[in-house]
C-alpha cells in the first residue's frame, strides 16, 4: 500500500498563458503538462516548498503568492497509482516577465521541459482541476482518473 503524498504547485500566468512543465507516460502513450512545483516535507508549509521548488527548478524567486484551493488527485503514472493532495497557488515572478511565449525553459534538477501553454490548451494537465481552480471555478470532478 503506498502513501498520500501532500504537494505545493504554482501557475504563473502571462497573456493568456500558463507556465508547465510537460511530461510523458509511455505506458498510455500521453504526452501532458503538469503545474510546477513539489512534495511538502515535514516543517516546511506549502508556501515555502513553493519558493524552494521554483528557486530549485527554476532558479527565479516568487514575487507574490496566492492560495487559490486544495485538490485531491487519485492518478496513474507509468502504470502505477498515486494519491496526493495538492496545494494549488496563483503566483507572479518578475524573473519570468521577459520570458518570451515560445522560450523553453528546462527544470535544472531533472531536465523536463517548461514552457508557456495556452490556458485553454488541448494538451491534458494535471492535476486535474488546476486550470479550473486558475479560472476561478470549481472542479466537477477531482482527479480520479488522471495521470501524473
Do not use: C
Amino acid at each position: 500500500m503506498g502513501s498520500i503524498r501532500n504537494i505545493s504547485v504554482g501557475l504563473p500566468v502571462k497573456n493568456g498563458h500558463v507556465l508547465l512543465s510537460e511530461s510523458f507516460d509511455g505506458v498510455r502513450d500521453l504526452r501532458f503538462h503538469r503545474a510546477v512545483g513539489g512534495g511538502i516535507e515535514f516543517g516546511e508549509t506549502a508556501v515555502q516548498v513553493l519558493r524552494r521548488e521554483f528557486r530549485e527548478e527554476l532558479d527565479v524567486a516568487l514575487d507574490e503568492v496566492r492560495l487559490l484551493g486544495v485538490l485531491e488527485n487519485l492518478f496513474e503514472y507509468e502504470g502505477q497509482p498515486g494519491h496526493e493532495y495538492v496545494h494549488v497557488f496563483a503566483v507572479r515572478l518578475a524573473d519570468l516577465d521577459a520570458v518570451p511565449l515560445d522560450a523553453e525553459l528546462v527544470v535544472l534538477d531533472e531536465g523536463s521541459p517548461v514552457r508557456w501553454a495556452p490556458v485553454d490548451t488541448d494538451v491534458p494537465v494535471f492535476p486535474d482541476g488546476v486550470l479550473e481552480l486558475l479560472a476561478g471555478t470549481v472542479p466537477a470532478t477531482q482527479g480520479d482518473h488522471s495521470t501524473r
